[in-house]
Structure formats: C-alpha cells, structure tokens
C-alpha cells in the first residue's frame, strides 16, 4: 500500500503515540506565537494546505489568526484524518507521496514533516508543495547545513535534518526567500521543539 518505510511507520502504532503525545493549550500557544510572527510577513493569505496535518493543530492556531481562511489538511494517519474533520477542516486521507494538488492556494505549509519523509521522495514532495502553492510556502523543520540521519525514540532512519529551504529554492528559480526563525525548545513562554521556519514566495 506505501511504497516507504516511513509512510508505513507514521500510518501505523507510532502515529497513534504522536497523536498522544501533541495535543494541549500549550501547543496551540506556541503556535500562534510562530504563526503570526510568520503572517505579519505575508499578505492576502485566505487559503492553507498544510501537508501531513495530523489532527489539527497548526491549523487550529490558524483559524484564530486568519479567521474566514479556507484550511486543507492531507494526513495519513487515519485517526489523525479523523480527527483533522472532526475539527471542520477541510482534509486528503493519503500519503504526501500520492497526492496531487487539485488547487492551488495562497500558502502552502508543511512544520515537522520533511524530516520524517525518505530522502529519495523529497524531490517529489519538493515539487507537490511548490504545484499546491500561487504565493506562499512556509517551511519549519529541523534544520542542518548537511543531510544527516539521527535516531529518533529508538529507531532508526525516521528522522532527517538538511536545509529543506535551500534545497528548495536551488530547485525552483521562482522561489524567493521572505524570511526565517528559530524557535527554542527552551524558550520560557513559547516551546517549539527547535524549529526552524523559511517563509518563501513565488516570484
């Protein structure tokens, strides 16, 4: 049914852990303190597809943000999917790797996925945000200059830091940098477990 071994780990008993473990008040603090750091950068943003939007809650900080916004999720985990609709977002039961963008909308987003996604689909994905996007693409993972592997709770190759952005704007010479930002896992207010963000715009 997938055709790597990551998009079976995620569909799977460890997706249920991750559903677990990331819900709360305190995640959706964090992310409107990020989000809106991002959206007083952009303008005229009225639609979201977040790719691998698990249940909601990037999207449910952006519904408070851009109240009236049309919000799209694609999420593989069943569960998760179910949860993404229950929440009244608009949702694609499937992996990255199948998707095809049916519109395009005014941002595209994808926070904490990529580094999960095999290093030989990234090409493809890459392609997909940029397809799905008419103006903006934010980008918030981990990041490293270098492509590196590290263990992630006791496996091992489902964890991958490189310079998503970079690549990306290598890939697509329509691709403009906007801005960026580091968010601290330490940080005394707003935890965001390390998280870089790159806001890119079509040119």
Excluded at 138 to 160: M, W
């Amino acid at each position: 049914m997938y055709k790597t071994e990551q998009e079976k780990f995620w569909a799977g008993e460890f997706g249920d852990e991750y559903i677990a473990r990331n819900q709360g008040a305190s995640i959706l603090a964090g992310n409107l303190h990020l989000f809106s750091k991002v959206l007083a950068r952009t303008q005229g943003v009225k639609s979201v597809l977040e790719f691998g939007a698990n249940i909601g809650n990037n999207l449910m900080a952006l519904r408070l943000l851009l109240p009236g916004a049309e919000l799209s999720g694609i999420e593989i985990h069943q569960t998760a999917f179910d949860m993404l609709t229950k929440n009244q977002f608009k949702g694609y039961h499937e992996s990255l790797l199948t998707f095809q963008p049916d519109y395009t909308r005014d941002m595209v987003l994808i926070k904490g996925v990529l580094i999960h996604i095999n290093p030989d689909e990234l090409p493809n994905v890459y392609e997909k945000l940029y397809q799905s996007s008419h103006r903006y693409i934010l980008v918030a993972e981990y990041y490293n200059p270098t492509p590196v592997a590290i263990p992630y709770r006791g496996h091992d190759d489902r964890l991958f830091k490189r310079d998503f952005a970079g690549e990306m704007l290598e890939r697509f010479n329509g691709l403009q940098l906007v801005d960026y930002g580091f968010s601290y896992r330490k940080d005394v207010n707003f935890p965001q477990d390390d998280i870089t963000w790159f806001l890119l715009e079509k040119k």
